[in-house]
């Protein structure tokens, strides 16, 4: 379908790009190391029989063959078609899409960071070691824990971390055969249950009362003495305070149980309200959601936890510890009771350090200003949307949400057969990143906006005015959204094929194992 006559004007890079291996040609080369000095091949011979055999190649790796420009020209192209928070509105609701202050790269890049090795003597590297020891201290006073951990590398992988220091502490008290159950709610955040499964836990599902909370009655109907914990984040998905929760606390702690925090929705209470005085025992946080540092296409980001004194001894090696008497910073591999060793060396240093660097720049002042603007932003948006038509505020529309809000786009669909899918869709056109769709399950035709403290007002009213713009197009011609977008470099995939595991398509390698088998 062509692209229609009225509707936005912006549109996206569009490069008919070849693969990187399909570039180039035999033989061209961007660098060329220097050849190894003649003295040292007389002291030392041939570097390649300085190597264990099997670990010589017998013949060169099948790697692409260009100069630098043609390098620097795909991978520019191939950004052109991309979409980032630099180049626009990102409200990608549960993942906080925020921009990262350019400061913040510029503090991760310095020499010292960029070039220490995970590896060095621990004397050599004090001043890192120093700026993750007081990252540590700020978080958990930012949370109103005792201690944390900067060792994981991202959310799932903190909330797992997490589970295993529940599952680690009922072990120590000889509980864990029978407290095997974790208490989710259905409004949580879509890693809790299965980071919770991996952790050996059966998987309770509470459901939420009609305001979008927690239903008192029924998680005390689930809760007993196999009862592990509960995970619960707060503000939680829905965007909507749990204004109980000192009760769930407390229901929780009788029972024995532990309560674990998950960070997705920090950004809502930073400077404001802490997790710690809520009564939560574990408190997860994303860095690349809350501190100002990059996703990174999926990784490296970083998901440290913050405990309660009384599970500190559980949390994982190495730690990084100050010595009084002598003045220096090192790693403490002296834990007995920690879970695990659950990564290689320190956690993602230059994620930590951009993390370091947007808190100082900031101080506690500003990071409150954060979740004000934050809150501020999402509900001056929410107000917008609400009164248009085809949409509806699910559990208690009155009722201000913080730093996120979900819509349902059930009565757009009902009238005119338009989806939450296809206005998403249809906002590309705009310039906009799509919101997150379909989640929580909870809210039928779930459409989830989170504008962020970065967002202008101009680019809230953007937002508005486009999405008023393409339910009056669902209305008069659904067509038009039904095709949805027209101006992006790539229109639409087919999710079944790029996902199926016949045909996904992951690598160089693997493009040439299904062209032989197709052959």
Not at 19 to 42: D, K, N, S, T, Y
Not at 256 to 281: E, K, S, T, W
Request: hydrophobic letters at 40%.
């Amino acid at each position: 379908m062509s692209v229609p006559e009225r509707g936005p004007s912006w549109r996206q890079a569009r490069w008919d790009e070849p693969l990187i291996f399909e570039l180039g040609a035999p033989g061209r080369r961007g660098f060329l190391p220097p050849r190894p000095e003649p003295e040292v091949v007389e002291a030392v011979g041939p570097l390649e029989r300085l190597l264990p055999e099997e670990l010589v190649r017998k013949e060169p790796p099948k790697l692409p063959e260009l100069s630098e420009p043609e390098v620097v020209r795909h991978f520019t192209r191939l950004s052109q078609m991309n979409y980032c928070p630099d180049l626009g509105l990102y409200p990608l609701g549960s993942c906080t899409m925020k921009y990262n202050p350019k400061i913040c790269d510029q503090v991760a890049s310095l020499p010292q960071v960029q070039w220490a090795h995970p590896c060095q003597d621990e004397r050599t590297v004090q001043g890192l070691l120093a700026i993750l020891y007081e990252l540590q201290r700020w978080l958990a006073e930012i949370t109103g824990t005792h201690e944390v951990s900067l060792l994981p590398s991202a959310g799932a992988h903190g909330e797992f971390l997490g589970c295993l220091i529940i599952r680690a502490y009922h072990k120590r008290r000889g509980e864990l055969g029978e407290r095997r159950e974790m208490i989710v709610p259905d409004s949580a955040h879509g890693t809790n249950p299965a980071s919770a499964a991996m952790a050996g836990f059966r998987v309770i599902t509470v459901p939420s009362g009609p305001d979008g909370c927690v239903d008192i009655e029924a998680l005390k109907a689930v809760v007993s003495k196999r009862t592990a914990g509960l995970m619960l984040t707060n503000p939680n998905t829905l965007g909507i305070f749990e204004a109980k929760i000192r009760e769930i606390a407390e229901v929780i702690h009788d029972a024995g149980g532990l309560l674990y925090y998950d960070g997705a929705n920090l950004n809502a209470i930073l400077g404001v309200a802490r997790p710690g005085d809520m009564g939560f025992d574990i408190v997860h946080m994303n860095l690349h959601k809350t501190f100002g540092t990059p996703h990174g296409g999926g990784g490296p980001g970083s998901g440290p936890i913050g405990v309660v004194e009384e599970l500190e001894p559980f949390l994982p090696v190495p730690r990084i510890a100050y010595d009084e008497q002598e003045g220096r910073y090192y790693l403490d591999w002296d834990k007995p009771l920690a879970v695990a060793k659950i990564r290689a060396f320190l956690g993602n240093v230059a994620v930590l350090i951009r993390a370091y660097a947007y808190i100082l720049a900031l101080g506690p002042e500003g990071l409150r200003e954060v979740a004000e603007i934050s809150v501020l932003n999402s509900n001056y948006l929410l107000r917008r949307l609400a009164r248009l038509e085809g949409i509806e505020l699910p559990h208690d529309p009155e009722r201000p949400r913080k730093h996120e809000f979900v819509i349902s786009l059930k009565p757009l669909q009902r009238s005119t057969g338009v989806r939450a899918l296809n206005v998403a869709k249809r906002l590309l056109d705009h310039g906009l990143h799509a919101p997150t769709i379909y989640f929580p399950p909870i809210v039928e035709e779930a459409f989830m906006v989170e504008p962020t403290e970065a967002a202008t007002l101009e680019d809230l009213d953007h937002y508005a005015k486009a999405m008023e713009a393409i339910l009056a197009e669902a209305h008069e011609e659904p067509e038009v959204v039904l095709n949805a977008p027209y101006n992006t470099a790539v229109r639409r995939v087919d999710e079944v094929r790029a996902s199926h595991p016949r045909t996904m398509v992951l690598s160089w390698r693997m493009l040439k194992a299904r062209e032989a088998e197709a052959a």
